[in-house]
């Protein structure tokens, strides 16, 4: 009953509400995760291809290494989303409209 | 001895790049920079003192030259020969006239830190005066007309600078703008005989020069209806009238000591003056080619002897002396003239040393007693010891007394001129060069030691000044400058002899060594010359004189060598004459204002008197009758073809065709240009802004939204 | 079967969790069923045999960048945080609403189609099952990253690297 297809479907749920919590949330910390379940969703189609489908371990690396960068931009984007309300007092992605000052 | 650019070049570099560091830095260093100047030239000094010592040293050679040349630019051009060398000329007369410029200068340079210390433009003296030595020391080492050229008006300009320095004074800035423009009149004829030779020649060095009069280039030239050789010696010699101070062109002269008193030793003594007797020198073989001599000949004797009266009148100390300058240039130039080469080159290193010690000793009174009216002063004598006994020997000199200098120099300049105009057969009517300047010569002793009895003799006639002076005492910078050069007015010096004439010999005849070494050009042994480039060194060994060559030129060098018997008489009765002129006038100086026992010439001739104090009209007649009458006029003329003629009509009528143009620009610019292009392109830019200002809205999330649906659309696209 | 149990609780703990991310009003129980939906898909990892991902998603995701969002989220003012300006500007509220709602619904709606007209075109190669045989993969894991990716890894440690002194370096307290 555990077929490719059920694990795609997974994946596909969750990359749609990944995108439907960037777009609706106006919070850039809640952006931050809606950006953790797409990559999250992407990971998760690499393992379940590279198991039913190339046999190698390869869909494995691509995961960790999903996993590694997404550490990354979460480090790197929470420390500008702490700058950027130091800055304006708020977290507001809309009031994010200027490229400086 | 070996010579490389890096022991001739200091020369002139040293005061230049003075000048340089103190334009831009003086005011930093200590002292103001003085120290640097002196030290720069002092070590040129050095530097000729090398080159004098091996040119005039233990042997003689009339031909040993230095001639080093490099290329300064070269346009030829398929057959077209377009080529300027720049180079070095140094032959026995560059070498002493080095010596004498920068020792003078060296002199004058040392003198002035004490003369000028409380001016509160002391380190600008000093950035002048390098200045200007550096010009001339390059004027003489120059090797061709155009480089003398570049220094030429390079001492101009530092002369206008120098004469001006005093610009609070409104006589200063004008006597500057009248040295500047009076010499530009001489200077404007230089360039055209400078163009002229080098149309014939293809060159103007020296050496090509000559090369070129040896071959006969000039020989049935012509231009506008004279000889090319006459035309071209005739303004270059118009360069030195102007230079030189010489009849018609010496009026800017006496205005020129309104600068400082060391720049006018500078100017009439070391450089400037001296710098177009020097070019009328090196050019003598063009005045030969050119028939000149006798117009110049009486050019200077007509300077000589006028000056010379109008000299008997003035009362300033330091006008005395700038006409006696005009006077004594006027006899160089009659000595280059009568052909006496030698002895006009003699007289121009002779003055120049006396006439600097004369100006010096005059620099010491006036800044003792802050005033130059002689008939306020008097018995300084006993104040002023030292500077009367320097101005005492100047003046012997400059008055023609036996065993001084001046009277070496002068009565040889005189026994040629009398030979030249009596004896050696021409029409008599050139007996008036000679007559013109033992009358100078006379009035020359006359007016100077009335100077010096004015001045240093007799009672103090103002006592407040008087009172005022202080003692004089012996210090390096204010008075041992005179006397330095007060030891070099003694004969003996430059010939050798006591008395300049055969008898009466100190040294033996080895010691004629200015006679030897100094001849005019002979042209014929610059053929074929050759000279070497800027970066070798010459190393060449001077050939000493054959032993008949030096004897017959220990002899007499003057005109017409062959007839040593008329030349002999001449000279004699020149000597002779000259010695009782010049004791005549100083005892005639000496019954008019000691004695008192006849009275001034002021009350026997006043009219004349009258003419003397304006000095014959000359300054009225440029500026009444050359200017008012002659330039202004013109000057008018030009304003109306200007105004009525160029301006009426080539100007209005391009306007008309102006206007027209105009406005089919304006509907042009108006419709094309400003409603469809540049409005055009506003409106456009504002369309798009109202499009793009709300998709370029700066909000993240709409982006994305656009992105998502983009791909959305691709995969659709690609899919279906 | 134990397969097939820990499959069904691992997708529904995702799948649910995910939604309650998208639909809670509180950024703080936001961040906590996050934690949820990413301790599901480590479950459907460990379905697909990926033992090593399983565990590094717990370590990474749930030990670090779940707990590093609850420390920004508490930096930045806690659960409902409303600036001034978004009242005199008329924004949007912070955790959205029913505009930005609808908007979010549309365009999932349209990726969701788009996702699905692909999926169907996969036929046959979705009905592959999953045999169930695992073996442990962490050596192979470790062999391949030393060897054939051993590139990626190096540049994956710069990044690293990158990220921490320069996040450290963009958030620090400047002086004025």
């Known amino acids: 009953m555990i077929s490719l297809a059920s694990y795609l479907v997974i994946s596909m749920i969750l990359f749609v509400v990944g995108l439907m919590v960037m777009i609706a949330r106006k919070n850039i910390v809640a952006i931050l995760l809606g950006i953790e379940l797409v990559l999250n969703a992407a990971a998760l189609n690499f393992v379940a291809y590279s198991k039913f489908v190339t046999n190698n371990l390869d869909g494995h690396i691509f995961a960790l290494f999903i996993i590694v960068v997404a550490a990354a931009e979460a480090a790197v984007g929470l420390a500008i989303v702490i700058r950027f309300f130091q800055l304006k007092e708020t977290i507001h992605i809309d009031e994010a409209t200027q490229l400086r000052n | ?720 | 079967m134990f397969l097939n149990t820990l499959f069904v609780m691992s997708a529904l703990l995702t799948v649910v969790c995910a939604v309650l991310v998208l639909t809670t009003k509180n950024i703080m129980h936001s961040c906590v069923f996050l934690l949820g939906s990413l301790i599901g898909i480590a479950g459907l990892y460990a379905t697909l045999g990926a033992d090593f991902v399983a565990v590094t998603q717990v370590m990474v995701y749930v030990g670090g960048v779940v707990i590093l969002m609850l420390f920004a989220v508490m930096l930045t003012g806690g659960k409902d945080f409303i600036s001034k300006a978004q009242n005199l500007m008329g924004l949007a509220p912070t955790m959205g609403n029913t505009w930005t709602y609808a908007v979010a619904g549309l365009v999932g709606l349209v990726f969701l189609l788009t996702n699905i007209q692909l999926l169907s075109r996969l036929g046959t190669m979705s009905k592959l099952k999953n045999d169930g045989a695992f073996e442990s993969t962490v050596n192979k894991i470790g062999h391949l990253l030393v060897k054939d990716h051993v590139l990626s890894f190096e540049i994956s440690s710069v990044l690293l690297l990158g990220a921490l002194v320069g996040a450290a370096i963009i958030a620090r307290p400047r002086k004025q």
């Not at chain 2, 001339?136 to 001006?164: Q, T």
């Not at chain 2, 009026?251 to 020097?278: E, R």
């Not at chain 2, 009895?453 to 390096?476: A, N, Q, V």
């Open chain 2, 1 to 720: 001895m070996e010579y490389s650019i890096g022991n001739i070049a200091p020369i002139f570099l040293c005061p230049f790049f003075a000048f340089v560091i103190n334009a831009f830095f003086g005011k930093k260093l200590p002292r103001q920079g003085d120290w640097l100047a002196v030290l720069a030239i002092f070590i040129s000094f050095i530097f000729s003192l090398r080159i004098f010592l091996d040119f005039a040293g233990s042997t003689f050679a009339t031909d040993y030259y230095i001639h080093k040349v490099f290329n300064w630019f070269d346009l030829s051009a398929g057959g077209q020969t377009f080529k300027v060398d720049m180079g070095i000329y140094i032959d026995n007369m560059g070498a002493i006239m080095l010596l004498m410029v920068t020792g003078v200068a060296t002199l004058i340079h040392l003198f002035s830190t004490w003369y000028m210390h409380d001016d509160p433009r002391y380190g600008r003296f000093f950035v002048y005066v390098s200045l200007f030595t550096s010009a001339m020391l390059g004027l003489v080492l120059s090797d061709n007309l155009l480089s003398v050229f570049i220094f030429w008006e390079l001492m101009g300009f530092c002369s206008y600078s120098l004469i001006g320095f005093y610009y609070e004074k409104e006589k200063a800035g004008d006597a500057s703008l009248k040295a500047f423009m009076t010499t530009r009149v001489g200077d404007v004829f230089f360039l055209l005989g400078i163009v002229a030779i080098w149309q014939l020649v293809g060159s103007v060095n020296f050496v090509d020069i000559y090369a070129a009069i040896a071959e006969g280039k000039f020989v049935g030239q012509q231009v506008l209806g004279i000889s090319l050789a006459t035309f071209a010696g005739f303004c270059v010699f118009m360069g030195t009238i102007g230079k030189s101070a010489q009849f018609p062109l010496q009026v800017w002269l006496p205005d020129a000591m309104m600068g400082p008193t060391p720049c006018s030793a500078l100017i009439h003594a070391a450089t400037m003056v001296a710098a177009g007797v020097y070019l009328s020198l090196r050019t003598y073989p063009l005045m030969v080619a050119g028939e000149l001599t006798q117009f110049i000949a009486l050019i200077g004797a007509i300077t000589a002897f006028g000056a010379a009266t109008i000299a008997l009148v003035q009362t300033d100390l330091k006008a005395v002396l700038a006409f006696s300058t005009i006077s004594q240039l006027g006899y160089m130039v009659m000595g280059v003239g009568v052909g006496s080469y030698n002895a006009a080159f003699m007289h121009l290193i002779t003055h120049a040393v006396f006439k600097a010690c004369l100006f010096l000793s005059a620099g010491s009174i006036i800044h003792s007693v802050h005033e130059q009216e002689m008939p306020k002063l008097g018995g300084l004598r006993k104040k002023l010891p030292y500077t009367f006994i320097a101005m005492m020997c100047c003046t012997l000199a400059i008055a023609g007394v036996p065993f001084f200098a001046g009277f070496v120099s002068k009565d040889r300049i005189l026994g040629d001129a009398l030979f030249w105009g009596v004896f050696a057969g021409q029409s008599k009517i050139w007996a008036i060069v000679p007559i013109l300047g033992f009358a100078g010569a006379f009035l020359t002793a006359f007016y100077m030691f009335r100077m010096m009895f004015l001045t240093f003799f007799g009672k103090p006639r103002d006592h407040h000044i008087y009172d005022h002076c202080h003692e004089e005492h012996i210090s390096f910078n204010s008075n041992v400058p005179l006397l330095i050069l007060t030891v070099f007015t003694l004969g003996f010096w430059y010939c050798g002899t006591l008395t300049g004439q055969s008898f009466g010999k100190v040294f033996g005849s080895k010691t004629e060594w200015f006679k030897i070494l100094v001849e005019a050009p002979r042209v014929e042994r610059f053929v074929g010359r050759t000279r070497e480039p800027f970066s070798a060194v010459d190393t060449r060994v001077k050939a000493e004189l054959p032993k008949a060559v030096y004897e017959h030129q220990t002899g007499y060098v003057g005109p017409a060598a062959g007839d040593e018997h008329g030349i002999h008489k001449a000279h004699l009765i020149g000597a002779i004459a000259s010695i009782f002129i010049a004791f005549g006038g100083i005892f005639l100086a000496f019954l008019m204002y000691i004695k008192g026992s006849v009275k001034p010439l002021a009350d026997t001739f006043s009219g004349w008197t009258t003419a003397l104090k304006n000095r014959y009209y000359f300054d009225d007649f440029y500026v009444g009758v050359v200017i008012q009458k002659g330039m202004i006029p013109f000057n008018r003329f030009l304003a109306w073809f200007d105004m009525g003629v160029y301006d009426r009509f080539a100007i209005d009528g391009w306007a008309k065709v102006n206007r027209v143009a105009f406005r089919a620009s304006r509907w042009f610019d108006d419709v094309v240009v400003d409603a469809i292009g540049v409005d055009g392109t506003g409106v456009a830019v504002n369309l798009f802004n109202l499009v793009l200002r709300i998709v370029q809205s700066g909000k993240i999330q709409f982006y994305f939204v656009v992105l998502i649906l983009t791909l959305a659309s691709y995969i659709w696209t690609i899919n279906l």
